[in-house]
């Protein structure tokens, strides 16, 4: 199986960044997309930021400008790098990665969550 464990959540000000990472382990064969979510108390999950594994990249359009998703693909390792901070980005942050994996003894496909981690913009 595949595990996400990311960190980089912390309490800024209007107007800061913080970097988050999210580092994937276990037995991968190959990965497909890396992305961040966020999701407020009582509110749904929402797509970010995406990255391929060709490098191609998406943005919600509430961060473009502000946000950028990078990876290093040889360490499994995705970071969402936010910038210009505002209180509307408060929110538990999740990385996701989708690929293949050796389970159960053969090569599948999987999608796998981190923890999350709190990231919080005083106004």
């Known amino acids: 199986q595949v595990q996400l464990v990311e960190s980089g959540g912390g309490l800024v000000q209007t107007g800061g960044s913080l970097r988050l990472s999210c580092a994937a382990s276990g037995s991968i064969f190959s990965i497909r997309s890396m992305a961040w979510y966020r999701q407020a108390p009582g509110n749904q999950r929402y797509l970010v930021a995406t990255?391929?594994?060709?490098?191609?990249?998406n943005y919600a359009d509430s961060v473009k400008g502000r946000f950028t998703i990078s990876r290093n693909g040889a360490a499994n390792l995705v970071y969402l790098q936010m910038n210009s901070l505002k209180p509307e980005d408060t929110a538990v942050y999740y990385c996701?990665?989708?690929?293949?994996?050796?389970?159960?003894?053969?090569?599948?496909?999987?999608?796998?969550w981190g923890q999350g981690t709190q990231v919080t913009v005083s106004s």
């Open positions: 990255i391929t594994s060709g490098g191609n990249t």
């Open positions: 996701n990665v989708n690929g293949r994996a050796y389970i159960d003894g053969d090569s599948r496909n999987f999608a796998s």
